[in-house]
């Protein structure tokens, strides 16, 4: 981890812009626990895969949801007659959900395809009440706290999954977005700023006249990616448009000079790791009550295909008892998850879906029309290091 | 006719594969005879080709929907103004119905378009309730009996038509399981089945260690293709899973063994021939009233597009009679039909649905991502006959 | 503007086939201008172009609808902070509504890129109750009297604009259907033939043996393009159809020779100028009541995209005070408008959609597939006029 102040120089050329699926070797949020009742099969699409899920005797196991025999999709009509198989439906042919074996063939029950030909088996890890499924050719996988959030898998960490949607754009430019905090100009209005009376800027300028300044870069050991906090830039609460002699006057809601009971953002900070993966807080202060802000939130841009990803958000917060993991599991649920989603998220969103359209405009590589400004040093940093895996 | 007991050594590089709009030069079953009533036109795709059928004096022909001149569809708005001609509804363009000669412009009367210019005319046989069409170039075709069911034209055979369907699957997936009775592992729990108290099993094992002995080769004249028939193959109705030390034992409903009640399969036979062709049966015996099985199902997969195709049902009975006739029909439309579709037939459909993804997937060739069973011997037969014309 | 004699030999090879989304450097109609109220935004798509448009202090100015910073599209959720202006949601990237100048960026106010970037911004000019824009790179553009109908911007000319539609054909299949009077064919039962009771003939035949003569070609200065009339035809009002001993005779509903209630027709001219402009007229005599028609239809096919148009219509009268600007209001609002859309428009409108599927078919060019005839002469003048801008 170190302190960044160099442009970048030396992006592999073209990797950021080939990623339209994603980058593979990765663990990715794939459900929620909850999702997956025992002997429960579910089904999803990630990085272009199908995937096909089943819990047996508590533990998830996934593999690819397609029969090696004639391409029939489990999923289809899934046909399980023992607890730790699946079995095609079409011509029969079983397989170990645990691993991809093929371990029978009704009509051919001495074929030397079983034994020699196995499904894909995808790594699922379960923590947190949530699944996480590794893409990629590795083996044995990379340890997953690498591709999840700072703290996230911490001991005293508790964690409430909340929602997962998906949305109309590709992952990139959700994980460009959330690489700069400069887009707080869409959460103007929301509600949830307005509950908060939080002094959200609408804009930030770097510090320095290096925009490559200012935020942490985390090479590794570890997730890989880099750090950004409110703490780094100078906030714009107010700003004046002139033009051919009409001007406005742009104010936040909540100015920290003028309106006395809002409360302080700079410790807020937001981490951007791979593969898509933010960490941003700590949130959730109550206004005019003194309670310090104490919790994370985390959130993914699980590619889906060329032009969708799923978007997943999960709460958390370090307790140090079963009682107080209760009560944040209590508030999230009632106090934030709506007021977030609703509020402040949903915008997001549609920052995303209206900017799709130019970057997958026919004739165009992703981001050949951009014309980018100083503050988007975040943007090119975040291509830079994604494309590298991580390094600068 | 001969017994078959060699592999495959010779398939024509790439003709199957490139079969995606099916082989031309064939008859096909088009529409049933009381789609169509007298002078009235109808339209269909088939073979990827917009055609415009019309009846006149009872007779039924067929041309290409589309205008020379400027392209317009006639059936977006058919206009007649003699019985025996479609007009252009744009610049009203006039051709014989009967040949696609173009015979009329009202404001160019003497072109020499007129006489010179023929709208594609496709040959067109009613017989047994059924419009067949010619697809392709031969002039003139070959004969229909070459391209339906042995025995289908018999004289003393009675069909019903009764059911066409599109079906979202090119029509080779559904042609390649026809081509196996590995399949029925699909009708397990089919309601037919239970009717008929019928030990079907749910699969088939060669009888022989060569596993493409045991079918019957049909190398014309007539039909080209192949029977296969439960009575050369070992019928699996247990099967033993075992995975991990997991075990289930997937038993028929009914089973000749334990079943008393049941009535022999043995004699049921499947004859796939091109185009896309099958006979299956006998069916429907009385279960425990000694009536022995004579009706023949016939289904044809008709290809209309890259990814979907019609399917077309039949049933017919040898009869000596007029009443035999009106009881054989009476029976397929109470007792048969809906029981045969919505508890048979729709699980082939399902299955055929299931597989197109794998099938379609952009950069496989068809059929590239198969790991083929001996009993897919079948299919490897079929393939090959099929690319070859017929030939082995 | 002189008379037409020869037979198209240099057509600028590909350029008619080539101009799928229509011919730039040319006005075209937008909206109507009741459709953008004072400070309103509205959207369109034209010539495969998203753009913005936005009243201010009466004036619309037009923009492309897509940020220049990371393509956020305008119009997902506009901004605007002064009249002038709009802002990006996104980022608060801002531009000069009036002419695409990028006037301020709220997080990076000194930024190079104010100034030096701007939005595509599109000449508007507002007349006669409709916004034309100019699609193309020409600065200034040449003058919007070029691309209207002869006539239509004259001081006394009243213009009642009364229909847009988006229809699912390409623009120049509307286009060449307008160029030529011989589908007059689809209008054959045609509500407003009925009520005009118009000897309105169903085909036109040339009067010469030369196909190219009978029509005026308009070279500019002004709207370039061909002038067909009438008076310039042998009117088809009877035909007679014979095929294989079938006979029958189609005759108008009004033939002036035998139908006395009748009114002439040959007057009536069609003018289709470039980029895609019609006006056909006079229409609107009063039947049996001696009143002559002085009204002027006009439309346009505006390229949205590869596979739609917009059909746009108006109506004009040449007035000479306010209260005869009221009367032919209210006589184009109430008694032709719907008479013309629903009984005679709406045809062609199915006759351009029933010909898309011809002119797009896979592996063919525009028009290969085409047989046309002598009076299609019209069809190969107006192209070769469209493809070389106007000229010869």
């Not at 079995?87 to 020699?116: E, M, Q, R």
């Not at 990803?309 to 917060?317: D, E, M, P, V």
Request: glycine share 8%.
């Amino acid at each position: 981890m170190r302190k960044s102040n160099k442009k970048p120089v030396e992006i592999k050329p073209g990797a950021y812009e080939d990623a339209i699926l994603g980058f593979r070797n990765h663990w990715y949020p794939a459900l929620f626990s909850a999702d997956v009742r025992e002997t429960e099969v579910k089904t999803l699409k990630i990085l272009g895969e199908d995937v096909l899920l089943k819990r047996v005797d508590g533990q998830v196991y996934a593999v690819r949801d397609e029969c090696l025999h004639r391409g029939f999709k489990f999923s289809t009509k899934p046909e399980c007659f023992t607890k730790n198989t699946i079995t095609c439906w079409f011509h029969g042919f079983t397989y170990n959900i645990k691993n991809g074996d093929l371990v029978a063939i009704p009509s051919d029950p001495d074929s030397k395809l079983i034994g020699n030909r196995k499904l894909h088996s995808y790594p699922i890890q379960e923590t947190k009440g949530m699944l996480f499924i590794f893409i990629g050719d590795m083996s044995p996988p990379p340890p997953l706290l690498d591709d999840v959030q700072f703290g996230f898998l911490d001991e005293d960490n508790h964690v409430a999954p909340f929602h997962s949607e998906e949305v109309h754009s590709n992952w990139r430019i959700a994980a460009d977005s959330a690489s700069e905090f400069n887009h707080t100009f869409i959460h103007k209005e929301d509600e949830l700023v307005k509950y908060w009376k939080q002094p959200l800027p609408f804009a930030e300028k770097p510090k320095s006249d290096n925009p490559y300044e200012g935020f942490i870069l985390h090479e590794g050991p570890g997730p890989k990616g880099f750090t950004d906090a409110f703490s780094d830039v100078i906030p714009v609460f107010e700003f004046k448009i002139e033009c051919d002699g009409e001007t406005n006057t742009l104010r936040s809601a909540f100015n920290p000079q003028t309106d006395p009971g809002s409360m302080p953002l700079q410790d807020v900070e937001g981490i951007l790791t791979l593969p898509c993966t933010l960490r941003i807080g700590p949130w959730g202060a109550e206004p005019e009550s003194g309670i310090t802000g104490s919790y994370m939130h985390y959130e993914w841009y699980v590619p889906i295909d060329e032009t969708h990803h799923r978007y997943i958000i999960a709460w958390g917060k370090k307790v140090s008892s079963e009682g107080e993991a209760l009560k944040a599991e209590h508030d999230i649920r009632t106090r934030w998850s709506y007021l977030e989603y609703e509020g402040f998220n949903k915008s997001d969103i549609l920052a995303n879906e209206g900017s799709q359209a130019a970057y997958d405009e026919p004739g165009y590589a992703y981001g050949e029309k951009e014309n980018l400004s100083r503050i988007d040093a975040y943007v090119l940093t975040w291509r830079r290091m994604a494309a590298n895996g991580g390094e600068t």
